[in-house]
């Protein structure tokens, strides 16, 4: 079984260029970007969902919010519901899913997205990409950013998209 992982390739504005390139291959294309995607799921009662990184990934045991790449041919809605049911369980339809913004790294795009826990959900933790999950207030999260708890990528992410992500949430709700 073939267990490669294609991403598309992306220009700094998001638009797809034609080409895909093999995680991990060497040669990384300069000037290109890959999607990556992330979910802040949250209740009624203020709380959101954070992950803990499973030891041995990158970042390990750093605090996140359940999220991947998107593979070679996905949206990023349709990535952002993958990678969130994969990791935790939870199941949302892409249209339930609320974009926050984008954030610019080197060599990815991340898209962040709000989504509202569905009733009577259960987790199911990835042990190989997920070692602990927490229902944390805001507050909390914001704790973890000054404290250094967040897998490190997060602390700029979040300096600029949590605003928006509280914003959006307390609209929600």
């Known amino acids: 079984m073939d267990n490669s992982e294609w991403w598309d390739l992306r220009d700094a504005a998001g638009v797809q260029t034609g080409e895909v390139f093999l995680r991990g291959a060497p040669g990384w294309p300069g000037g290109r970007y890959h999607l990556i995607v992330a979910t802040c799921v949250f209740r009624d009662d203020g709380k959101v969902l954070q992950t803990q990184r499973a030891p041995g990934k990158e970042f390990e045991?750093?605090?996140?919010?359940?999220?991947?790449?998107?593979?070679?041919?996905?949206?990023?809605?349709?990535?952002?519901?993958?990678?969130?049911?994969?990791?935790?369980?939870?199941?949302?339809?892409p249209s339930d899913l609320t974009l926050v913004g984008r954030f610019i790294e080197e060599?990815?795009?991340?898209?962040?997205?709000?989504?509202?826990?569905?009733?009577?959900?259960?987790?199911?933790?990835?042990?190989?990409?997920?070692?602990?999950?927490?229902?944390?207030?805001?507050?909390?999260?914001?704790?973890?950013?000054?404290?250094?708890?967040?897998?490190?990528?997060?602390?700029?992410?979040?300096?600029?998209?949590?605003?928006?992500?509280?914003?959006?949430?307390?609209?929600?709700?």
């Open 61 to 93: 045991r750093g605090w996140e919010f359940p999220g991947g790449s998107a593979l070679a041919g996905e949206t990023s809605r349709f990535a952002a519901g993958r990678e969130l049911e994969e990791e935790t369980g939870i199941a949302v339809p």
């Open 107 to 173: 060599s990815a795009l991340l898209d962040f997205y709000v989504a509202a826990a569905p009733p009577h959900h259960q987790l199911r933790l990835q042990v190989s990409e997920v070692m602990a999950a927490d229902w944390v207030s805001y507050t909390e999260v914001e704790r973890r950013i000054s404290a250094r708890l967040m897998a490190l990528p997060w602390n700029a992410r979040l300096k600029m998209l949590w605003p928006e992500a509280t914003a959006a949430m307390n609209a929600a709700r």
